[in-house]
């Protein structure tokens, strides 16, 4: 309750302000909210998150051969949310599972790195990949052409596929394994043969992504290849993502 004095002067309350007198002055405050308890199930699901940022935030790290901060700039919250997704649907709701290796690891299939520039926009060639414990990963590419399977961009003479294979412990804190495939393509209607590529055997129990990204190239006879890529044109996508 708010009362008036002598001089005509507010103090106490009234709804959510509240009133008191400093040097004669008015002073006008809003009171302050009391905070609502966080459930169980919001703390579990903060913590959740958490984990899913920091998985997110050292696999951005590794890939950066590819990224190279030539992402969007939502990609940081949208990778992250992505990661949270991929834990959240882990068909083992138990604690210890409680990390990225359990998840439904599909989720992160096709995740663009840049929606400026979506990969399938750019590349039409369909990889075919195939694990195994024994022999590690394999990656083939059908015969294509360029003028077909490529987006031609101005200035561009020539681009490079790269395929950057990293496998991460279970613990998310080293990279075990990594290599990049890498296909030269002209721009020039050029018919380019199949490829075949394989990875050394791989551990099991690892976190193994595989990420594309185009490459586009000016060729000057003075500075050698000109890369155009950058924040409004980098094709980068994850294209699938395995348990070993």
């Known amino acids: 309750m708010a009362r008036v004095n002598a001089k005509g002067q507010l103090s106490g309350s009234i709804g959510p302000t509240y009133y008191r007198q400093l040097n004669g002055i008015t002073i006008v405050q809003t009171k302050p909210r009391k905070r609502k308890k966080q459930s169980t199930a919001s703390k579990e699901s903060a913590s959740e998150f958490g984990k899913a940022s920091s998985a997110a935030k050292k696999i951005r790290l ?11 700039a939502y990609m940081h919250t949208r990778f992250s949310s992505k990661v949270f997704q991929a834990i959240a649907k882990r068909s083992n709701k138990n604690e210890d599972n409680n990390n990225l290796i359990n998840g439904e690891l599909s989720v992160l299939n096709r995740f663009q790195f840049n929606t400026n520039t979506v990969f399938e926009d750019y590349c039409k060639i369909q990889p075919i990949l195939n694990y195994e414990a024994a022999t590690g ?24 596929l790269c395929y950057l294979v990293t496998v991460f412990d279970q613990s998310m804190e080293a990279v075990t394994y990594t290599d990049v495939f890498k296909v030269a393509v002209p721009l ?57």
């Open 188 to 244: 020039h209607g050029n018919t380019i043969t199949p490829q075949q590529w394989n990875t050394a055997v791989l551990a099991a129990d690892q976190l193994l992504i595989v990420t594309a990204a185009l490459f586009y190239f000016r060729k000057d006879k003075l500075m050698g290849a000109v890369p155009l890529n950058s924040k409004q044109l980098h094709p980068c996508e994850i294209v699938a993502v395995f348990r070993t």
């Open 62 to 72: 590794w890939l950066f051969p590819l990224l190279q901060n030539l992402n969007d």
């Open 137 to 160: 990963l394999s990656i083939a590419l059908p015969e294509f052409n360029s003028n077909e399977a490529i987006a031609k961009i101005e200035h561009a003479t020539d681009c490079e």
